[in-house]
C-alpha cells in the first residue's frame, strides 16, 4: 500500500504522516517502522527542525537517512517505510546535478516497489510562480513528482492546520 500526505510547511503533515504508519500496523519490539529521513543540508534552522523530528519518532522508527538513493534503502527492508520527505529529496537532487529525468525515473521505480510506504511531500505549488529559474524548475519538478506519487497512492492526504483530510482512496 502506497500513501501520500501532502501539506504546506508546518501544516502538520509529518506527525499526520507518523501517527497513521505506526496505526496501520501495531509495533513489535523486533518490527518498528523505517524513518527514512532524506534531509541531507543543514543549517541552524534546519537542524532545530531536525531535532524536533528526530525526538518525536526517537523510541518509535528505524531510522535511516538516504538523501539520494531512495529505492536502494528501501528495497532489503521488510516493514513499512515513511519517507520524510520527497521534496527535501528533490533539492538534493538538483544540488547533485540530477537532471528531472533522473528524478522522475527514480520516483517512478520507487513506487513500483512491492512494500508500504508512507510518502511526506510539501505542497510549494501553491504560491506565486517563484522570480529566479532554479526557483520555478524546483516548483516544476515538486508538482510533477507530487502528481507521479498521487497517482500511483492507495490513499492521498492533504493537511493543513493539523488536520488531514483525505483526498483519495476508500474511506
Known amino acids: 500500500m502506497k500513501t501520500l500526505f501532502i501539506g504546506g510547511i508546518k501544516s502538520g503533515k509529518s506527525l499526520l504522516a507518523e501517527q497513521y504508519i505506526l496505526n496501520q500496523r501495531p509495533q513489535t519490539k523486533n518490527q518498528k517502522p523505517y524513518y527514512l529521513a532524506t534531509t541531507e543540508f543543514i543549517d541552524d534552522e534546519i537542524q532545530k527542525r531536525i531535532d524536533i523530528h528526530q525526538e518525536r519518532r526517537a523510541l518509535k522508527f528505524t531510522t535511516i537517512e538516504a538523501p539520494?538513493?531512495?529505492?536502494?534503502?528501501?528495497?532489503?527492508?521488510?516493514?513499512?517505510?515513511?519517507?520524510?520527505?520527497?521534496?527535501?529529496?528533490?533539492?538534493?537532487?538538483?544540488?547533485?546535478?540530477?537532471?528531472?529525468?533522473q528524478i522522475f525515473e527514480h520516483i517512478e521505480t520507487l513506487m513500483q516497489l512491492d512494500c508500504d510506504i508512507v510518502i511526506v511531500h510539501n505542497d510549494v505549488g501553491s504560491?506565486?510562480?517563484?522570480?529566479?529559474?532554479?526557483?520555478?524548475?524546483?516548483?516544476?519538478?515538486?508538482?510533477?513528482?507530487?502528481?507521479?506519487?498521487?497517482?500511483?497512492?492507495?490513499?492521498?492526504?492533504?493537511c493543513i492546520a493539523g488536520i488531514a483530510t483525505q483526498i483519495k482512496g476508500k474511506k
Open 68 to 101: 539520494l538513493d531512495l529505492v536502494s534503502a528501501i528495497t532489503p527492508l521488510n516493514t513499512p517505510v515513511l519517507i520524510e520527505c520527497t521534496t527535501m529529496w528533490i533539492n538534493n537532487m538538483l544540488y547533485h546535478q540530477k537532471s528531472k529525468e
Open 127 to 158: 504560491g506565486i510562480i517563484p522570480d529566479n529559474a532554479l526557483a520555478r524548475k524546483y516548483v516544476d519538478i515538486s508538482g510533477i513528482v507530487s502528481q507521479m506519487i498521487a497517482s500511483q497512492c492507495n490513499e492521498v492526504y492533504h
